[in-house]
């Protein structure tokens, strides 16, 4: 057993989504909210797993890329769902705490407030 972080962020962006028949093939805006979650097995010497400032300017590093953007136009995947999203962020906050004793276990990313999409490796 270990112990479970999560932080929570948000972004503004637009998106559509290609070779869906609906009104989401259109370009639309979102509100998105992020959850990430972080997983540790030790504390520090002060009972810290890890800084939430650091998972949190790790975070913002990336949605900072995505903010008031045309999300097809930054994320080279074919289609900026909330899922691939999750995945990239997963992905890519995966790689930039590896350096830490942590374990990115999941990343929830919500479109709105009813409908959320979570990527983690052990789903």
């Given at each position: 057993m270990g112990y479970e972080l999560?932080?929570?962020?948000s972004f503004a962006a637009a998106h559509q989504l290609k070779g869906y028949e609906g009104p989401c093939e259109e370009l639309h805006?979102?509100?998105?909210?992020?959850?990430?979650?972080?997983?540790?097995?030790?504390?520090?010497?002060?009972?810290?797993?890890?800084?939430?400032?650091?998972?949190?300017?790790?975070?913002?590093?990336l949605l900072n890329m995505l903010d008031h953007k045309n999300l097809n136009k930054v994320l080279?995947?074919?289609?900026?769902?909330?899922?691939?999203?999750?995945r990239w962020l997963y992905?890519?906050?995966?790689?930039?705490?590896?350096?830490?004793?942590v374990k990115v276990s999941k990343v929830s990313v919500w479109e709105?407030?009813?409908?959320?999409?979570?990527?983690?490796?052990?789903?």
């Amino acid at each position: 057993m270990g112990y479970e972080l999560s932080i929570r962020t948000s972004f503004a962006a637009a998106h559509q989504l290609k070779g869906y028949e609906g009104p989401c093939e259109e370009l639309h805006g979102h509100n998105w909210k992020i959850e990430i979650f972080i997983q540790a097995e030790k504390l520090d010497d002060i009972g810290i797993a890890i800084d939430f400032k650091v998972i949190k300017n790790k975070a913002d590093e990336l949605l900072n890329m995505l903010d008031h953007k045309n999300l097809n136009k930054v994320l080279d995947f074919l289609n900026p769902t909330s899922e691939n999203i999750a995945r990239w962020l997963y992905n890519k906050l995966k790689d930039s705490l590896k350096s830490y004793n942590v374990k990115v276990s999941k990343v929830s990313v919500w479109e709105t407030d009813s409908y959320c999409a979570t990527y983690g490796e052990t789903l």
